[in-house]
């Protein structure tokens, strides 16, 4: 009787111990499934765009030589900072001294006999002119007076002739010494033949000098040595690049943007800038222009910043930096995180699951900018309301929400780095 009664009470408290589970287990699901919820708040949304980029001047060059010949020295090294006319290279000019100083020379002589003609030339061609001019004169008188005489019976035929020769002869002399009277002269042949060799000799010292000069490279504008590539005692050509020159000018940024983000560009976007050697010296930049054609072979498009304000004494040429563009910027936004958006509706419209009197109810939304971590609501939800994140939940599930704060919408919300 006893064992009887122990076996009816083990079933009476199996019974209960059930009841008791059973009511436990109806609470908990009557409470609903624990799931993390995010109200619905405005805030500031911040689409950001990160890429590489690099230090670009707006002028660099390369300069070389435009003689043949053998390096003296090199002025400058890598580095320096150099202004406009200062030498940067010398060449050994021993012999374009050397032609200098005979082509000089010519032009001394040829200005030498141009003067002696402008002198001593029209004096004696003038002289001569006078001469010639008695000489014209007296034959003619002679030629009266013979004719006079075989008039009257004195002096033959003959005598007569040979006074004619006489005197055209004295003509035919003035004539000549008249003519290289005028030879002589400012406009004469002579003097013309002697501008045109002291002309030659003049062009001939100025092309000389010219050449010597060209042993000596000079600086084109104020700037910076980049690149160095030559040593004394080396044979350069024309046309070898020696010296590479980034010209004094504003600093520029350029950076290869993936083209997947080319919509989210504009001119006149500001950016942040920062080198990675010098991480805590942000700076201030604004997108100067995009190239309006595309890298086929990388898939990027090229863009061009501007620095605001002058540029940091640590920039170099080429150093890499990284760069935030701000894309967009919304006011007041309704914003929620990425995850709690569901798969698109049937109608292709996007929405969530909103706390609703203890159960999850799906919701139709609107959206409008988007982060890489959050979006805007534009239509379909209110300030206030609770949305639901996890995949897991269903629409119409009981549900027992905790608060989790919502994603900052101005920090990290950026696009991935463009290639």
Do not use: C, Y
């Amino acid at each position: 009787m006893k064992l009887s009664m122990l076996n009816r009470r083990g079933v009476w408290l199996t019974t209960l111990a059930g009841l008791l589970l059973a009511l436990v287990l109806l609470a908990w699901w009557w409470r609903g499934t624990p799931t993390d919820a995010v109200s619905v708040q405005p805030q500031t949304l911040v689409r950001t765009l990160q890429f590489s980029a690099r230090v670009a001047s707006q002028t660099r060059v390369d300069l070389g030589s435009t003689l043949t010949g053998r390096v003296q020295a090199v002025l400058v090294d890598e580095g320096a900072a150099v202004k406009q006319g200062q030498p940067l290279l010398r060449l050994e000019s021993q012999e374009l001294a050397a032609a200098l100083v005979q082509a000089e020379a010519t032009e001394r002589q040829a200005a030498a006999r141009l003067d002696g003609l402008r002198s001593t030339g029209q004096v004696s061609a003038q002289a001569a002119v006078s001469q010639a001019q008695a000489a014209a004169q007296a034959a003619q008188a002679a030629w009266t007076r013979t004719q006079q005489l075989v008039a009257q019976g004195f002096l033959s035929g003959a005598a007569l002739d040979e006074s004619r020769r006489a005197r055209d002869v004295a003509q035919a002399q003035l004539v000549s010494a008249q003519a290289q009277a005028r030879a002589s002269g400012e406009r004469g042949s002579e003097q013309a033949q002697a501008q045109a060799q002291l002309a030659l000799a003049q062009a001939a010292t100025q092309a000389a000098r010219a050449r010597l000069a060209q042993a000596t490279l000079l600086a084109p504008a104020d700037g910076r040595v980049l690149l160095r590539e030559v040593e004394p005692g080396q044979i350069v050509q024309p046309g070898a690049a020696l010296l590479g020159l980034a010209l004094a000018g504003p600093v520029e940024i350029v950076a290869q943007v993936d083209e997947r983000f080319l919509d989210q560009l504009r001119a006149g976007q500001s950016a942040a800038v920062v080198a990675d050697a010098f991480a805590g010296q942000r700076f201030a930049a604004r997108v100067l222009s995009i190239a309006p054609s595309v890298d086929p072979q990388r898939g990027s498009v090229e863009a061009r910043l501007a620095l605001q304000g002058a540029a940091p004494d640590f920039l170099r040429e080429d150093m890499t930096l990284s760069v935030e563009v701000e894309t967009a910027r919304r006011e007041g936004a309704l914003v929620l995180p990425l995850a709690a958006l569901r798969a698109p509706a049937a109608d292709g419209s996007p929405s969530v699951l909103v706390h609703d009197a203890g159960r999850a109810r799906e919701r139709s939304v609107r959206l409008g900018l988007r982060t890489l971590q959050a979006v805007e609501v534009v239509d379909g939800l209110t300030e206030g309301e609770q949305v639901l994140l996890g995949d897991a939940l269903q629409p119409g599930q009981r549900v027992r929400v905790r608060a989790v704060p919502g994603q900052p919408a101005d920090a990290a919300l950026t696009s991935a780095p463009a290639r």
